[in-house]
């Protein structure tokens, strides 16, 4: 039966019927499934509408068409759905760009329950916890603005196969699982190496790192360990409100709020950025790209994490895979 004015498109939820009864062998291996024409009365929908809904089981190799003949079930074929819980630690154009490029790759095949839980571990575990258990994976993106959180604890609860692990790794899981992650000290060391020549004229370094940020600490460490390593003045800032700005620095922003603070103080100092003073913001963004004639920056490719983590799905990996990152070098430097 079809749910009128429900979230999950009408193709999905005649796909996920006939998934139902393969998987509960209700429709026998090679057995015959209903025609186009028949679940267009049955279901009062359009034919495009079972058409689609018979192309996604293809996709999925549930299913296959035998010309003049219709569409049958395919020998050996079961539990062939996808129900994703997908859960994200905040909104922004940055997960944006992460969702987008994960449907897009997923091609429909896939119904997915998506949450966000604000950086909050306390709704992080709420939700988990309250998640059934009829779900085939389990997308995390796992960043808390407090350290002392058992998040392992609370994902360890969830069964390896179904579990993939976004952006950011956690330590103590155990078990095989799938997971596409950054390395966010070794990230921002070989980046910062990468734009040695340009750091050159600046004689110190800083690092805007708010005191309460969910920003993984291992970025503090890389940028500590290229500082000493190359005998630059490196400083920690935890707000750029109350540090004074003055020629020969460098600064690197690691929040969107922080970057526009920064360039209202160079303003009215009058120093020339690129120049006198010098810019390097993390996470790449078509602002970026303009504002003041552009930003450097050192990003993750976004939409290769959210197609790496489609991929894995799709094809049942259970590997960690590192994602990539650059350096991309405007006039700010």
Not at 187 to 212: N, S
Request: proline letters at 4%; hydrophobic letters at 40%; a positive charge.
């Amino acid at each position: 039966q079809i749910v009128e004015n429900s979230r999950t498109p009408k193709y999905m939820q005649i796909a996920n019927n006939l998934i139902e009864g393969i998987n509960s062998q209700r429709l026998p291996d090679e057995g015959q499934l209903p025609s186009i024409n028949y679940l267009c009365s049955t279901c009062s929908v359009s034919k495009d509408t079972v058409v689609k809904a018979y192309n996604l089981l293809m996709k999925r190799k549930l299913v296959e068409a035998i010309p003049g003949k219709g569409y049958f079930v395919r020998e050996g074929q079961r539990d062939g759905s996808l129900r994703i819980f997908l859960l994200f630690n905040k909104l922004s154009a940055h997960k944006k760009i992460i969702y987008d490029h994960f449907t897009e790759k997923l091609q429909g095949l896939a119904e997915i329950d998506f949450r966000v839980y604000n950086n909050d571990f306390t709704i992080f575990r709420k939700l988990l916890s309250s998640a059934d258990d009829h779900y085939s994976h389990y997308v995390i993106i796992p960043h808390f603005y407090t350290q002392f959180c058992n998040a392992r604890d609370i994902i360890n609860r969830i069964p390896k196969h179904k579990l993939l692990i976004l952006d950011k790794k956690v330590e103590g899981i155990t078990g095989e699982y799938a997971c596409v992650y950054q390395d966010f000290e070794q990230d921002i060391y070989r980046a910062l190496v990468q734009a040695r020549p340009l750091l050159q004229k600046y004689r110190t370094l800083k690092l805007l790192f708010p005191a309460q940020t969910y920003q993984p600490r291992e970025i503090i460490k890389g940028f500590q360990k290229f500082t000493i390593e190359h005998r630059l003045q490196g400083k920690l800032v935890s707000r750029i409100e109350e540090e004074p700005i003055a020629a020969g620095e460098a600064y690197i922003t690691m929040m969107e709020d922080g970057l526009v603070t920064l360039v209202k103080k160079i303003k009215q100092t009058g120093l020339k950025v690129g120049r006198e003073v010098g810019i390097l913001s993390y996470n790449e963004s078509p602002l970026k790209e303009v504002l003041l004639d552009g930003i450097t920056v050192v990003s993750t490719d976004f939409r290769k994490l959210g197609e790496a983590a489609a991929g894995m799905i799709l094809t049942g990996r259970k590997e960690h895979v590192e994602n990539p990152f650059r350096l991309i070098v405007r006039k700010s430097l």
